[in-house]
């Protein structure tokens, strides 16, 4: 866990030796104080130098023993004993410092990064005895330095903590921090280290704390694939991509041609028409300048080639189609690439809800073809469906998750079915959302509501920016809404279900949000973000209630709350029965880096599980008591399950679907 070793017969060297990150956990504490103590009583040692193994520092405080009691020594006064003694002592750094390891190398009175090898032992004696002989170590102590007090300290707070409320609604951590600056800049060191501990005690005890630790341990788990063959991410060999093809230069398809090219992979781009494809590549060439000005590099732009022609892709390793939502179209293009590309071409669609074993139906290579569904815009979001279909080998997942990886997203696979995690989830999320419109909210309301519980956005404003265009072709196509719907059909009814048409209403005045200027909300003028709530419609929804007799009510933001997040979870139980997300974790983390879920909630199944799932389900049964006719306000068999057993831990859930039949 640390080891000692006398390097020169004068100088101590403790190496952290916890694998991966050489975190502080209780046993590497304990060995840290030992050898600290030995350092510092062994008369042949004139110096000592803390550094970690295999290229990292320290990760700091082991999460892994944040569930369990504290054991082992605390890190705090082992920290005041090394900062306190009266040797030099040197943080190597390489790698990491972070958490409890920053602290670590704060108190140590020297630091040098980027330290690789044993041999610099030598240069640092020597660096450290130099020093000492100008400066006293006591000069060396961060606890006496005195620490500069700006006179305008309040005024300067006050301005951060506004800051941080905006844009970390309701989380704890960023205002204690303030507060820790506030007790740095103003008590002796021995009160504002009291101070920061109190406030870390606050925080260390509380639900937010849980929620953050579960959501790292979540996003690392979700890469840790498993298919029902026994194919997993360890016994599965992902083949190398070094070039891509792209079909279409929409907005999802710019995304991903930046994507893929910041990484190094050569990517040709197809568009069917002349002028599709000039306006495409000159938005991809600016996207890529501008994201390489960002990073201080040069933009990749000679592995780039547009085309118009599917000819130029015969020898590409893989393909991502992302031409319009219209299944006719993809199966075009996929029978269009069995016969263009050469067999081992893997076949990806970034459909966001269509069948993916269906568009396999029509390849020459059925076990290439998996989903890849990146969330708009592609070269900024971190998250990546990789959607297996029934026929898709473990090798086609094994390479999609990886080249997810490759671009930085937190790649999650998940199984086939219409919207298969995020946007099947979706749809129970916004019904609820439109059904409180009718029943008396307005858009301003619920979007509060949501924006308070920590949401990025509410689901309108949210709705805007996507653009309401697109779910309302959708609903056109499968009948919904649009001439094919049968005029004796009930309007407020489709397929015996409740269905609220006031969304198609909106996209009928030309409505399709920011990008028209109009939707939920008015802007400025188009493409503006300004949000502001429109007259126009309170009276729409004014008219709307009183043609269907509708008396609104006062709805309360619990109502809000409970209604459109328990219908998400709800649906979350189901897909884990249909067996199209192999664990909660895996939806946890796709609403977390796809939608905006608030990470101190930890996901929609965390959340139900911290709200306690007897409530969950006490709420559901009330609501579809009250809703009859919405069927996903009906408790999933599973929830109903999992209360039967008890309510177990979220970690804990998969021992009860493992019966269940799995898609994956
Ligand atoms: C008591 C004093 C408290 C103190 O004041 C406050 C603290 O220190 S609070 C703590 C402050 N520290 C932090 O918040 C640091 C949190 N960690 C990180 O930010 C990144 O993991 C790091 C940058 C270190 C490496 O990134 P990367 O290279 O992309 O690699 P990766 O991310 O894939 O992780 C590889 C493996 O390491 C595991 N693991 C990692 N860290 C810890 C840990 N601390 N513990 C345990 N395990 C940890 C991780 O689970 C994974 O395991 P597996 O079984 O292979 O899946």
Known sequence: MARYELVKRSVALITL???????????VRHAMAKSMEQALNDPKVTAVVICGENGRFCGGADIREFAGPLRGPPLVPLLDAIEAGEKPVVAAIEGVALGGGFELALVCHYCIAHFKVNHFVLKIIKAVGMSRAAKPLSSRRVSMLTTPCPPDLDALLEVVTMEVKKKARGVMAPLACIQAVRAA??????KGIKRESELMATLFNSGQARALQYCFFAQRTAGKWTLPSGAQWNNSKPREIRSAAI????TMGRGIVVSLARVGISVIAVESEKKLLETGKQMVIGMLERDAKRRGVSASLNLLKFTLSLQDLKDVDLVIEAVFEDMALKKRVFQELSKVCRPATLLCTNTSGLDVDALAGVTDRPHLVVGMHFFSPAHVMKLL?????????SETIATAMSLGKRMGKVSVAVGNCPGFVGNRMLKPYMDQATFLLEEGATPEQIDKA?????????????????GLDVGWRIRKESGLTGPDVDPKNPPRRRHGRRYCPIPDMVCEQGRFGQKTGRGW??????????????????????????????QPRNISDQEII??????????????????????????????L????????????????????????????????????????????????????????????????????????
């Open 185 to 190: 800049a103003t008590m002796p060191y021995s």
């Open 521 to 550: 909300y008015m802007y400025d003028k188009p493409g503006g973000t300004n949000a502001k709530p429109d007259p126009l419609i309170q009276n729409l929804l004014e008219m709307y209630r009183s043609r269907y007799a509708i």
């Open 593 to 664: 880096f796809g939608y905006g879920f608030p990470r101190h909630r930890g996901g929609p199944m965390f959340y139900a599980s911290m709200v306690g799932l007897e409530r969950v389900l006490e709420r559901l049964e009330h609501y579809h008591q009250a809703h009859p006719d919405v069927p996903h306000l009906e408790p999933s068999p599973l929830l109903k399950k999992l209360v039967a057993c008890g309510s177990p831990s979220v970690q804990t859930w998969r021992e009860h679907i493992k019966t269940m039949h799995s898609h994956l």
């Open 562 to 591: 409970e209604r459109c997040l328990f219908a998400l979870a709800n649906e979350g139980f189901r897909i884990l029965e249909d067996g199209i997300a192999a664990r909660p974790e895996d939806i946890d983390v796709i609403y």
């Open 450 to 466: 949501l924006e308070d519980f920590g949401f990025a956005m509410g689901v309108f404003r949210m709705s805007d920016l996507a």
């Open 17 to 27: 030796t916890n694998p991966p990150v050489n975190a502080l956990s209780s046993a």
């Open 247 to 250: 079909i279409g230069l929409g």
């Open 385 to 393: 469906e990789v959607v297996c279909g029934p026929r898709s080998s």
